[in-house]
């Protein structure tokens, strides 16, 4: 009887053992769940805003000012609108207008051939910068001469670099040098130029 139950108790016992393994090894049900792996944040992807398709002489909004081509530029006019000016194409008639009105505004008035001077360097400067291209204002000096005779009126041409355009007592001799100086240049569609009306 005795080697019966220890031939029993061999069985049981490596049958209790095995539980006992299998249940010290499982998740008690009562315990913390898994956290599953949390994906990495990614970095937002910002592409550039696509250039506003325009081209010279249309009108744009703020906005679309700020997303010109490359040779492009939202002129301001006196009206508050902005026009877009090509570097490599003429003015548009609405900011070649709007040039003229300003420079025949500020030379009119004007008494001496000093002022008039003055005035064209700095506007020339302010016109190429906002139109972004060499702009050349053509306007009558009130009063200038040459070397001795008595002063008289002369028709000038200023740029951001001075050109080096003779003074001429006619206008169209004077458009005629402004082209022709414009025409030497290394790239002439880069320039342009506007005449006061008188």
Same mark, same amino acid.
């Given at each position: 009887?005795?080697?019966a139950m220890? #031939?029993?108790?061999?069985?049981?016992?490596? +049958? !209790?053992?095995?539980?006992g393994?299998?249940?010290? #090894?499982?998740?008690?049900?009562?315990?913390?769940?898994? +956290?599953?792996?949390?994906?990495?944040?990614?970095?937002?992807?910002?592409?550039?805003?696509?250039?506003?398709?325009?081209?010279?002489?249309?009108?744009?909004?703020?906005?679309?000012?700020?997303?010109?081509?490359?040779?492009?530029?939202?002129?301001? !006019?006196?009206?508050?609108?902005?026009?877009?000016?090509?570097? +490599?194409a003429?003015?548009?008639?609405?900011v070649? &207008?709007?040039?003229? &009105?300003?420079?025949?505004?500020?030379?009119?008035?004007?008494?001496?051939?000093? =002022?008039?001077?003055?005035?064209?360097?700095?506007y020339?400067?302010?016109?190429?910068?906002?139109?972004?291209?060499?702009?050349?204002?053509?306007?009558?000096?009130p009063?200038?001469?040459?070397?001795?005779?008595?002063?008289?009126?002369?028709?000038?041409?200023?740029? +951001?670099?001075?050109?080096?355009?003779?003074?001429?007592?006619?206008?169209?001799?004077?458009?005629?040098?402004?082209?022709?100086?414009?025409?030497?240049?290394?790239?002439?569609?880069?320039? =342009?130029y506007?005449?006061q009306?008188?």
């Open positions: 009887m005795e080697r220890k #031939c029993l108790a061999g069985p049981a016992l490596g +049958t !209790l053992l095995t539980v393994l299998i249940a010290g #090894c499982s998740t008690p049900s009562n315990g913390p769940a898994a +956290t599953p792996p949390t994906a990495s944040p990614t970095a937002a992807v910002t592409t550039a805003p696509e250039p506003v398709t325009v081209t010279a002489g249309d009108t744009v909004t703020e906005e679309q000012a700020e997303e010109l081509a490359e040779g492009q530029v939202a002129y301001p !006019l006196a009206s508050g609108e902005r026009v877009v000016v090509e570097a +490599t003429p003015l548009p008639d609405a070649r &207008a709007d040039m003229v &009105a300003a420079v025949t505004a500020g030379v009119s008035p004007l008494t001496s051939g000093f =002022d008039a001077y003055a005035f064209a360097m700095s020339t400067k302010s016109a190429s910068a906002a139109a972004g291209k060499n702009v050349l204002v053509v306007f009558l000096s009063l200038a001469s040459f070397g001795d005779e008595e002063p008289h009126p002369i028709w000038i041409t200023k740029g +951001t670099m001075n050109p080096p355009i003779q003074a001429t007592l006619g206008l169209e001799e004077q458009i005629a040098n402004v082209e022709a100086f414009i025409a030497a240049q290394p790239d002439p569609s880069l320039w =342009d506007v005449v009306t008188v």
